[in-house]
T-cell receptor, first 110, second 112 residues
Framework: RKEVEQDPGPFNVPEGATVAFNCTYS??????FFWYRQDCRKEPKLLMS???SGNEDGRFTAQLNRASQYISLLIRDSKLSDSATYLC???????????FGKGTMLLVSP | SQTIHQWPATLVQPVGSPLSLECTVE??????LYWYRQAAGRGLQLLFY??????ISSEVPQNLSASRPQDRQFILSSKKLLLSDSGFYLC???????????FGPGTRLTVL
């Protein structure tokens, strides 16, 4: 069974804080992982792709630990606009389907 | 650049009525196409995917069906809606040689 598990939160942090989310996955054969961001009542949007040990894009850093089968997302210097639900996603082999976690909600307050 | 469209944006339908949701992609050829449903407070559930015209794979058995009459068109249908069909329906496409998927704006369906 292909599963992706996330802490649903919410994570409440002040502006400027650093926050980290973890996600565990069950399909050890997976080669691709992603973080998507979903705003309330909107579609998910790709935030980062993780194909090797990690990826960094500005304030966002994703890391992959294959031995322990988890992926993390670190957000530095949180902004109010970072408030959203963050979806951890695992790529599956074959016809490239994706398995989505249920998401972690982040609330950044002034 | 590629864009993905879905319509309608919102829909309220009575139980037992039919359904037709449409998704089209512009600016690409032969994409993989996907239909997901996101029920309130739940994760994304893959319903159908298609790797080409007329090729449909179903992930979850239910009263929904999908069709791909053209390369860049994907349709989700039902003959008789159930209350449990309410949710946020999302279409996504995947470019060849990549694993990322990109979502359309979605259709919010309420079945009463």
């Amino acid at each position: 069974r292909k599963e992706v598990e996330q802490d649903p939160g919410p994570f409440n942090v002040p502006e400027g804080a650093t926050v980290a989310f973890n996600c565990t996955y069950s399909n050890s054969a997976s080669q691709s992982f992603f973080w998507y961001r979903q705003d309330c009542r909107k579609e998910p949007k790709l935030l980062m792709s993780v194909y090797s040990s990690g990826n960094e894009d500005g304030r966002f850093t994703a890391q992959l630990n294959r031995a322990s089968q988890y992926i993390s997302l670190l957000i530095r210097d949180s902004k109010l606009s970072d408030s959203a639900t963050y979806l951890c996603v695992q790529g599956n082999s074959g016809y490239s389907t994706l398995t989505f976690g249920k998401g972690t909600m982040l609330l950044v307050s002034p | 650049s590629q864009t993905i469209h879905q319509w309608p944006a919102t829909l309220v339908q009575p139980v037992g009525s039919p359904l037709s949701l449409e998704c089209t992609v512009e600016g690409t050829s032969n994409p993989n196409l996907y239909w997901y449903r996101q029920a309130a407070g739940r994760g994304l559930q893959l319903l159908f995917y298609s790797v080409g015209i007329g090729q449909i794979s179903s992930e979850v058995p239910q009263n929904l069906s999908a069709s791909r009459p053209q390369d860049r068109q994907f349709i989700l249908s039902s003959k008789k809606l159930l209350l449990s069909d309410s949710g946020f329906y999302l279409c996504a496409w995947r470019p060849l040689a990549r694993n990322e998927q990109f979502f359309g704006p979605g259709t919010r369906l309420t079945v009463l």
